[in-house]
């Protein structure tokens, strides 16, 4: 039997079918357990199956699933106060993807840009950065190939490099409308923007009335030990996204923004399941958990334990480094064999370890929020035991 062989080919999976969650944990269908470093890309914010969101489920289930995008639901209303509350922004639209908000959050820049800015409409994005997997969101990503892979693309995306206000100065043209930044790019492998820059680009995207998009998607909601990765960077964006994190595992995404960019007309924007009660009810219970003064102090002493036990390792076994936010980590190694130390460790017995490789030569560890203080002691000896496995 080959495993997937009904599926559409979008990706090399491991022969594993895993069958059960709990925490930082997963089972396959034998029974095997493994440590999940991955935790669905940043997505599980509070773990595997946790009772907060079964129960959320559960109860909003039973109350009610799906009145229309046509009404008001209760849920959607108060997580969207919750998000407002806890951040710069006045306004939200609710969303089911990364890829989804991003494409809302253009859309409003152009919608701005129309009437504010004489039809400014380009975006800068810059090289190595991920949006998603929209047609206009590969074009809005600065992955090398992905503005080959469709055509033809949509077209109004420019490219700067990160950490160079020179090269956004020289992408910058009169029908600039807004500069879109991850502050922390992710798949690009946890490069962490520099504040100095981010602190630059801000003041030159408000000197030109160009508006400052941040992509929180795989930052925001505490994962980078702040409510939101903004907040560390000393900067106000003027539209924000969120995904990932914020379902905690459901499919839920946020497209925040200022009051003063509020300007979709009825119509404009929206989408069958924006706003969908039984996500937003898993998203309100998400936030009111991750973004507590306590939880992010517990976020912050993980993430320092893991960056030492990481850097550890660097000494042990000749790496390059490791860098990160909070709990968004890389570990980068001298050569490009980061694909084999994810299958050594996954491979390890009796538990294995699961790890992500975005680039060959890179390991990015994004665990559950609420992480214990042993299982991270055990993520990395089981790591240390998987390094020596392939590097020798
Ligand atoms: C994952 C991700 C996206 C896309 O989110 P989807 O939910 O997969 O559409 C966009 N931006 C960033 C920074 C991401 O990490």
Redesign the pocket.
């Known amino acids: 039997m080959n495993l997937g062989q009904d599926l559409i080919t979008i990706t090399q999976r491991p022969d594993t079918v895993f069958s059960a969650g709990q925490g930082a944990w997963l089972t396959d269908e034998n029974g095997k357990q493994y440590l999940d470093l991955v935790q669905g ?2 997505v599980n914010s509070l773990g595997h199956s946790p009772a907060l969101i079964t129960q959320a489920l559960l109860r909003q289930s039973q109350q009610l699933l799906n009145p229309s995008p046509a009404y008001y639901n209760r849920p959607l209303l108060d997580l969207a106060e919750r998000l407002v509350a806890l951040s710069c922004f006045d306004r939200v639209f609710l969303a089911s ?4 908000a ?1 494409e809302g959050a253009v859309k409003l820049a152009r919608r701005w840009g129309s009437r504010m800015r004489a039809g400014a409409h380009e975006i800068i994005g810059f090289e190595q950065a ?4 929209t047609l206009a ?1 590969m074009s809005a990503s600065g992955k090398p190939g992905w503005s080959e892979l469709y055509p033809p693309m949509p077209g109004g995306f420019a490219k700067a490099r990160l950490n160079d206000l020179a090269s956004v100065e020289r992408a910058m043209t009169p029908r600039t409308v807004a500069v879109m930044i ?1 502050l922390v790019q ?2 690009a492998g946890v490069v962490v923007a520099d504040p100095g820059f981010v602190r630059e680009l801000r003041a030159l995207t408000a000197e030109r009335r160009v508006l400052l998009i941040a ?1 929180e ?2 930052t925001g909601i505490g994962r980078c030990g702040t409510a939101f990765a903004y907040e560390q960077f000393g900067v106000e964006p003027d539209l924000m996204t969120l ?2 994190g914020l379902g905690g595992g459901v499919p839920l ?1 946020a497209l925040l923004c200022k009051e003063s960019f509020n300007c979709f007309e009825p119509g404009d924007q929206g989408g069958t399941f924006c706003g969908n009660p039984l996500m937003a009810a898993v998203g309100l219970a998400v936030v009111d958990e991750v973004c507590r003064e306590d939880f992010l102090a517990g976020v912050h002493q993980r993430a320092a334990q893991l960056s030492a036990g990481l850097r550890a390792l660097v000494r042990e076994h000749g790496l390059v480094g490791e860098r990160g936010l909070g709990l968004l980590r890389a570990l980068v190694l001298p050569s490009e064999r980061a694909g084999e130390v994810v299958a050594a460790a996954q491979a390890l017995a009796p538990v294995g370890l699961l790890l992500n490789a975005p680039r060959p030569h890179l390991l990015r560890l994004m665990p559950a929020l609420n992480i214990s203080a042993a299982e991270v002691d055990e993520g990395l000896a089981l790591l240390h035991r998987a390094l020596r496995e392939v590097l020798g």
């Open positions: 890309w940043a993807s990364g890829a989804e991003n991920f949006h998603g997997r969101m991850e992710g798949e992509d998607v795989q995904a990932k995404a």
